[in-house]
C-alpha cells in the first residue's frame, strides 16, 4: 500500500552530485526498501535533522542572531 503526500507539505527541488559507488549502493538500499532513491536520500536526510534537533522546523529554538539552537 503505498502513502499519499500530505497536501499541506510542500516539496521542493535539490540538485547534487555524488560519489557513483555510493550512488550505486544506495540505489540498490532504496531497491531492498522497497523506496525511490529520493525517498530514501528524503528519510536519511530528515532522520539526520531529527538526531541533532533541526527538525521538524516547529522545535527549532531561533536566536535573536538567527542561528539555530538545539533545544534544552
Do not use: F, W
Not at 35 to 50: A, D, G, K, M, Q
Not at 51 to 62: E, I, Q, T, V, W
Amino acid at each position: 500500500m503505498s502513502r499519499s503526500r500530505s497536501s499541506s507539505k510542500s516539496t521542493t527541488s535539490l540538485t547534487l552530485r555524488i560519489d557513483a559507488d555510493i550512488k550505486e549502493a544506495a540505489e540498490i538500499a532504496a531497491k531492498q526498501d522497497r523506496r525511490s532513491l529520493t525517498n530514501l536520500i528524503e528519510v536519511l536526510l530528515e532522520r539526520h535533522c531529527r538526531n541533532l534537533d533541526l527538525y521538524p522546523p516547529s522545535d527549532k529554538r531561533n536566536s535573536p542572531d538567527g542561528q539555530v539552537r538545539k533545544a534544552s
